[in-house]
């Protein structure tokens, strides 16, 4: 597991537009120069943000990838739960869920 | 000349991004009390903004993060979020490098700041400028306390680094005004983003504006994350401003809004 360099691309596409034009042209290539493991590789280029979020990416970056894939907010939420149901419990960082899994906190 | 304002407020993206997914009978009257800060603000024509953010890894990251970072750049630009998503618009706020040197050098004397010639604002300052600044009028000198990537600056390290702002605002010809940004309690941008622990919330407020120093500094960063969430590691930014102000303090508005995920917080502090 390499949360620090999976982080660190989000983090990356967040503040650098060089960035995020070459993730929408060539996804793998922006992921060439960082060790991450199948899995971390394999959400990131799905899309997957439930796994993002169980792998813990911290929210704060991991909600900017969300909008960045055009994801809506409930969505976003949504999709995190249903993370933590696929793959269990939030596995490091300080984001792990303390509701339970149908419960829509702000009605979302 | 001096610090002439001294306050906090909330910063949360939703504050503007869904703000029509909001109760307006919630929402109207907090947006009220940030035009209400907003005025306070500019009736002590201030030289300078300074405003005091928790920022989330727009700028600082866990390859170099400092504990604490001022601005010394001549521009900023933000939000570094889509406008779209965060529904503020693109600006570039003025900075004055000379002034930021200046209040840098004087804080180096009790805290080791880092400082930053480039600065992208995030929502963290985009959000509160959004209300406080709309018409992009004032000069910004942006502040940065680290409470997203632990190990995080210990409370009283806030408490002498709001002492160190004052100093260095007091030190200057210039006209200081603060704003600090951040919590209280919350669990943003997790499927827990809503959940405000309202009892913390009030009992943090009055210990704020009582500005009692001890009961202020006495939580535990394991307390504040079982109690008040990794957000409520912001509250930092509140600690700081009480340093800074040195009075009571005034919240003027304080409520739940669970759509925008934080108790919204408007406040200010006597400059004693």
Known sequence: MSLYQLSKVLYVLNRDDAAKRLWQAEPASLLEGYDLTDEERTALLEHDIGLLYVLGVNGQILMHFAALCGIAWADYIRLMREGVEKYGPVRAGLYAMTTQFNERVAGV | MSLVYCGVCSHAPGITSRA????PALRD???AALENQRQEIMATKPDALMIVAAEHFANFFMNNMPAYAVGMGESYTGPIEDP??????????????????RLVAEMLETVDVAYAEEWQFDHGISVPLHFLDPNNELTIIPVNINCQGPPLTPLHRAWTFGEAIRRA???VPERIALVCTGGISHWPATPDSGKINEAWDREFITRWEANDRAAMLSYTDAETYRDAGQGGFEIRTFITAAAAGGGKGDVQFFAPIPIFAVGCTVGRIEIA
Do not use: I
């Not at chain 2, 779209?84 to 040197?101: F, Y």
């Open chain 2, 169 to 171: 605002a007091d030190s």
């Open chain 2, 84 to 101: 779209d998503w965060l529904k503020v618009p693109l600006r570039t706020a003025k900075g004055n490098p000379d002034l930021g040197r």
């Open chain 2, 20 to 23: 029509e997914m909001a109760d």
């Open chain 2, 29 to 31: 009257p907090f947006y």
